[in-house]
Every structure is written in structure tokens, then in C-alpha cells.
């Protein structure tokens, strides 16, 4: 789901130089330094890529990683971030079987999207209420116990995202405890399997990528357009207890 507000800027502050250093300290510092500077720029380039043998890149781009907490790489989680994870959360309804033969019976289409959009339009205003402005809201639909079910969500606002997740601890949804934490991912362009999205995925519901379920263009274009009536519903009552308070 996409939003109305651009994402915050970012400011970055330089270092600062100490003004004690003469001209040849300087570059004799610059010479030293160099060898650690180039391993410095390696580390930089192959950081979350295959490349990189001490961060999981899968960790980096998923949020989650098939192997756990027994990975032998290091799982770099955030301490703030604009997305939180909801671990596992959908669960789609059970597939049932014939009583005589023990064959599965084949399920409605439209009965399945009914039941994930009542769900996603559920979780969509929940966030929306409690922690602020969301950007997009992805669930996944792969088999794999690390990404069965995940629920993405990245709010414009860091603080927002905090918020939610403060909100959410010790919660429950569908008899389930809410299992939240911030994630690494704020673009899911690498996380999501292009095979799968352009035609059929070769490794079906247990590639390590997301399948990400679709959403109604109808159902976004609600959601979104309450979203937005809210907001600007909130920013009129904040304008005016500022002009109330001068």
C-alpha cells in the first residue's frame, strides 16, 4: 500500500577535523591510514551480500533468516527502524480433507481472499490507529516456518513505528500472541522473488524470498484514502489547539 507524505529527511553530520593538525600530520596520518581506509571501503561494498561472511544477508533483506539463531552469521538487528515485524501472523484457514478418500478438498478462491483482506484491512487500521502513517503493509504467503505469514510493516515515521510497536507488546490476535520487533527491511525490491511475481517460482512456497499475497486495488484505495481523511482530520485538531494555546 502506498501513502500521501513524502518520507522525513535525514540529516547526517560530518565529522569534524581537528584545526591542530598541520599539513604534514595530516598527510602523514592520510598515508597511514590508508590500508585499514581501503579494507574499510571492502567492508562497506560487500556488507549484506554474499560476500560478506560475518552479517546474514538474508537477515538484512528478509528480516528473517531459515536458519535462526543457529545461523553462522551475525543477525544485526535494528534498534529503530521505520518497519516492525509481525512474526508469523497470518494464518490462512486450514485446508480440509474428505472423510472417506483423505484427499483435499478444493478450496474457494474467493472465500481465501475474503478471509486475508478482512485480515489485512484489520492489521492496516489497527497500525494506522495506534502508531501512525503507513507507507506499505506486506504479508507473506511462503511455506517456510521463517516467513509463513510474516507481516511488513513500514510506517513514513520511525517514531511512529516505535510507538506501534510499544503498543503491541503483550497482545494478543486470533488467540496468538503478537510476535513484534523492528526489522532491517525499508525496501523490499531485493526481498521479494521476481519469479514468483513475473510467472511461477521454481522452488514454490519454501523459496527463501517473499511471496507476497495480493491486495485489491479496491481495498488499498479505501484504506489508504481513510488513512489519509484521518490524518488530515488530526492535523486540523492539532492546528487548532496550537492557535487555542497562543
Known amino acids: 500500500a502506498g501513502g500521501g507524505r513524502p518520507p522525513r529527511r535525514r ?7 581537528s584545526p591542530a593538525l598541520d599539513s604534514a600530520s595530516i598527510s602523514s596520518a592520510r598515508s597511514s591510514s590508508r590500508p585499514s581506509l581501503v ?5 562497506a561494498k560487500i556488507f549484506g551480500t554474499e560476500e560478506d561472511k560475518v552479517n546474514c544477508p538474508f537477515y538484512l533483506k528478509m528480516g528473517a533468516c531459515r536458519h535462526g539463531d543457529r545461523c553462522s552469521r551475525i543477525h544485526n538487528r535494528p534498534v529503530l527502524s521505520q518497519t516492525i515485524l509481525l512474526q508469523n501472523m497470518y494464518v490462512a484457514p486450514p485446508q480440509q480433507f474428505d472423510a472417506q478418500t483423505g484427499q483435499p478438498l478444493p478450496q474457494d478462491e474467493d472465500e481465501l481472499q475474503d478471509h486475508f483482506e478482512g485480515f489485512y484491512e484489520d492489521i492496516f487500521e489497527e497500525l494506522s490507529n495506534i502508531g501512525g502513517e503507513l507507507e506499505q503493509l506486506r504479508v507473506c504467503e511462503n511455506l517456510s516456518d521463517h516467513l509463513s505469514g510474516n507481516v511488513y510493516a513500514k510506517f513514513y515515521e520511525e517514531e511512529d513505528a516505535e510507538r506501534a510497536l510499544q503498543k503491541l507488546m503483550g497482545r494478543f490476535y486470533a488467540g496468538k500472541p503478537i510476535l513484534a520487533q ?6 523490499f525490491k531485493d526481498a521479494r522473488c521476481r519469479q514468483y511475481e513475473e510467472s511461477v517460482c521454481n522452488r514454490g512456497g519454501y523459496c527463501n524470498f517473499m511471496h507476497l499475497k495480493k491486495v485489491s486495488s479496491k481495498l488499498q484505495r479505501r484504506l489508504l484514502r481513510r488513512q489519509q481523511e484521518e490524518y488530515d482530520d488530526r492535523r486540523r485538531r492539532d492546528d487548532r489547539r496550537r492557535d487555542e494555546a497562543r
Do not use: G, I, K, W
Open 11 to 17: 540529516t547526517h553530520h560530518p565529522a569534524r577535523v
Open 39 to 43: 579494507m574499510a571501503q571492502h567492508l
Open 182 to 187: 523492528f526489522c532491517p527491511v525499508t525496501d
